[in-house]
């Protein structure tokens, strides 16, 4: 299948985007192209640098003239999440403020909640950061992250295939609705390799670690899956004597402050959703750091999925022959060729399909001198060669 190659953003691309913008066959309809967006801004989970990202890039195609001489309108609403917010906010945007597609959302609780709606609707949902299990087998909704469940499996696939462990641990703590993709990403590991986990306990919280680690350590975990808290885990494993064995944490550990608790002599590893954001020479992070550095966003994973969520939003866009609606914005990106993206692991598509996970693979950093330290491998994409 033939795939769309977006290109890093130079000065170049710029004056390109410009041409594109000014020269494209497109429709008659007046007014802004409308595009909505649910984000976690306040309440537990809280990404407002998401939104923040997302309009920035918006604001740079609508200073190289727009597409087809139409301004994007970018209207994202907070749901705090909270359910009642989520649903309505997801009304609001559809019915009253008409828009044509959502492109970086980041709430922790939209997929789950509006997934029919979107269906009813006959709209798409591109999510900067797709949390739960439903933002991944929905038909109208496609994230540009891998989501929690593949980065699991790419874990696994890490601590067995490229660590070479046989004895390999999950001590986790289960999010309400998380219990199925976490066993489907187990499966996944199991159908490649063959292999299955020595020890699973999924009872983990926030107090006292020392009885997980005392049974890790009976076991004989050569390598540990961890999601809980980093700090006191840390400190216990050390007075366990544990500095032989390799702890991995998912993405939601791959910040400054974790890396700066973690005591010296320990392996501290961490998958990551995109290349890893504290190395803005990385493939694809050249592009996002423009962004956000150049508008005085904060530099985290999430803006990298906010910057990539609308960037190939852009790329459909400017494929749309005759006017941009609702109707058109869906039909392109149901027909949409692959777009090759530096900043994951695999090319991103939404397709036709009734589920939609197209991103897969993991980078891998690792905790050194109290800083994170990029691994030469590259994405980790399980049982690709």
Known sequence: MKRSQFAAVTAAAALALAATACSSDGGGTDGPIKVGAINGVTGLFQTPEVPQAVKAVFDEVNAAGGINGRKIEFISKDDAMNPQRSTEAAKELIDSEEVVALVGSSSAVDCGLNRATYGKAGIVSIPAVGVDPACFTSPNIAPVNPGPFKLLTAMLYYASETLKHDKVCMFYTVLPGSGGGIDTAIKEWTDITGKQLALKDTSVGEGDPTPYLVK??????????????????????????????????????????????????????????????????????????????????????????????????????????????????????????????????????????????????????????????????????????
């Open 216 to 385: 890790a350590k009976a076991a004989g975990c050569q390598a540990i899956l961890y999601n809980a808290q980093v700090g006191p885990w840390f400190a216990q494993a050390k007075t366990q004597g544990m500095q032989d064995v390799d702890i991995i944490m998912g993405a939601n550990s791959y910040t400054d402050a974790n890396a700066e608790v973690i005591p010296e002599g320990m392996n501290a590893y961490s998958g990551t959703e995109w290349q890893p954001y504290t190395d803005e020479t990385l493939p694809g992070n050249e592009r996002w750091a423009k962004v956000v550095g150049g508008n005085k966003i904060q530099k985290t994973a999430f803006s990298q999925g906010a910057v990539m969520s609308a960037d190939v939003f852009v790329e459909v866009l400017k494929t749309i022959k005759g006017d941009i609606t609702r109707e058109s914005v869906t039909k392109a990106f149901k027909e949409m060729q692959p777009i090759e993206y530096p900043m994951v692991g695999t090319p991103w598509v939404f397709g036709p399909g009734d589920t939609h996970n197209p991103i897969e693979g993991s980078r891998f950093v690792k905790v050194e001198n109290r800083k994170w330290t990029v691994l030469p491998e590259g994405f980790i994409v399980p049982g690709k060669k």
